[in-house]
């Protein structure tokens, strides 16, 4: 497809459980940004790849948040021992490049409801 | 990356031009000014970003004052589907947060 492809679009689990987030961004995109949208709120950062390397992860909540991308295009976003407040909608972005003078393309995002 | 104001809402009405108004009075000479905005149940699109001249594109303009301290993302023509919450954001070069860095933004509501 043309755009960055998230699954699933929604997830219930249960608390405690452990889950996994899939992203596939445009391919040849450098870039790729993981991003939490709690209701109401505007997104917020969790981590950066520059292909497969992760560079930045300041935003990830606690230790049991873990990206990883090790082929430089498709990322994963896992979550275990899920808790009620990582209900949210995440994200994923892709681009080209990392600069400043670039667009992101961002997937329809997966809506996690821990309950 | 440096702090943007934006109104909490604002109202037009369908087919009117639309003017978003976006502070930045702490901006540095090396950021650039990005707009997105959000549809419902959608991901956040790329609408138009600058650095001091103004911008066209097909979905917008860009307006940015002449001190940079603020900018203004016209819409020339509102429908019903430019209805979403509009975010302006700043990234520097050479450095700053590697993500865009959202903050509440303004939430259009177009009227027909």
């Known amino acids: 497809g043309a755009g960055v492809s998230q699954s699933p679009r929604y997830k219930v689990a249960k608390r405690g459980q452990d889950v996994a987030l899939r992203c596939d961004p445009i391919s040849g995109h450098v870039s790729l940004f993981w991003y939490q949208q709690a209701l109401g709120q505007g997104p917020e950062f969790l981590t950066y790849f520059q292909n497969e390397a992760q560079l930045d992860k300041s935003g990830l909540p606690s230790d049991r948040f873990f990206a990883e991308r090790p082929e430089g295009s498709v990322s994963t976003l896992k979550i275990q021992r899920t808790q009620q407040e990582d209900s949210a909608v995440y994200l994923c972005?892709?681009?080209?490049?990392?600069?400043?003078?670039?667009?992101?393309?961002f997937g329809q995002g997966t809506r996690l409801t821990v309950v | 990356d440096a702090k943007t104001t934006q109104p909490n809402s604002m109202e037009s009405n369908e087919e009117e031009p639309v003017h978003l108004p976006c502070n930045h009075s702490t901006i540095s000479g090396t950021d650039y000014i990005h707009w997105y905005r959000q549809l419902p149940s959608q991901g956040p699109e790329y609408v138009i970003h600058g650095l001091t001249s103004n911008v066209n594109n097909r979905m917008a303009s860009l307006a940015i004052a002449e001190d940079r301290k603020s900018s203004t993302l016209i819409l020339h023509r509102a429908t019903l589907r430019d209805a979403a919450v509009y975010y302006c954001?700043?990234?520097?070069?050479?450095?700053?947060?590697?993500?865009?860095?959202f903050g509440k933004g303004t939430h259009l509501i177009i009227q027909p």
């Open positions: 972005a892709s681009s080209l490049v990392r600069t400043e003078n670039t667009e992101a393309f």
């Open positions: 954001i700043l990234r520097r070069s050479g450095g700053g947060a590697d993500g865009l860095t």
